[in-house]
């Protein structure tokens, strides 16, 4: 089945610096890859995702990348607030809908 | 259109004690699951659903059981509860091709 690796576990930044986080899969044949927001006591909510027919997607602050020949896809926040502290998660599945994999989350601190 | 809505939001049971955690969801989705989530933690399946009166067992599923009689609902069982079952539980739904999972806001359990 598919395994998704994600780093750092824990990742803290300046205000308005950048924040990239990194996971990898092992399933060639996942093509959706989504990114989650877990802030203290809440439930995970969907970001941004992306699909393997697209190798770059863009929504203001955040970006994901796309990887395929290599397996691996990123999150980037550029110009952090301390309202992006929280746990993100990365997670891959075959398409859209379908059964996700998560990452192991990572805890984003972002100091003002 | 209330999303995904677990109930109850939080419980206290006492070892060997048993209960049934509700997840109903209004948006027509086919696949809908269980997820557990221990403190510092990632997500990890217990148990899940891609379509009514089908359920399959995820990474977790021992101690649990589910049903899903009705498309919209989606419940998990603790038949002797455990200390070791003390968890924040998520119930998330999805649609066929159509992104990532919707999560409802969670239960938090303790067992003592």
């Known amino acids: 089945g598919e395994n998704v690796e994600q780093h750092p576990s824990t990742l803290s930044v300046q205000e308005g610096d950048s924040a990239v986080i990194k996971c990898t899969y092992s399933d060639s044949a996942s093509n959706y890859f989504p990114w989650y927001k877990q802030e203290l006591g809440k439930r995970p909510q969907l970001i941004i995702d992306?699909?393997?027919?697209?190798g770059e997607k863009k929504d203001q602050r955040i970006a994901v990348t796309l990887n395929k020949t290599a397996k691996h896809f990123s999150l980037h926040i550029t110009e952090t607030q301390p309202e992006d502290s929280a746990v993100y998660f990365c997670a891959a599945s075959l398409d859209a809908g379908n059964m996700l994999t998560f990452g192991g989350g990572t805890r984003l601190m972002v100091k003002p | 259109n209330a999303g995904v809505t677990q109930t109850p939001k939080f419980r206290v049971l006492k070892t060997g004690q048993s209960m049934t955690l509700l997840c109903a969801q209004d948006?027509?989705?086919?696949?809908m699951y269980w997820y557990r989530q221990d403190p510092g933690m990632g997500l990890r399946l217990i148990h899940y659903?891609?379509?009514?009166?089908?359920?399959a067992k995820g990474e977790v599923p021992d101690g649990y059981n589910v049903s899903r009689l009705k498309k919209q609902n989606f419940l998990l069982g603790l038949e002797s509860a455990a200390p070791s079952q003390t968890s924040v539980y998520f119930c998330a739904s999805s649609y066929i091709r159509a992104g990532g999972y919707t999560f409802g806001s969670g239960t938090r359990l303790t067992v003592v």
């Open positions: 948006m027509n989705h086919e696949y």
């Open positions: 659903s891609v379509g009514e009166g089908t359920t």
């Open positions: 992306i699909r393997s027919n697209v």
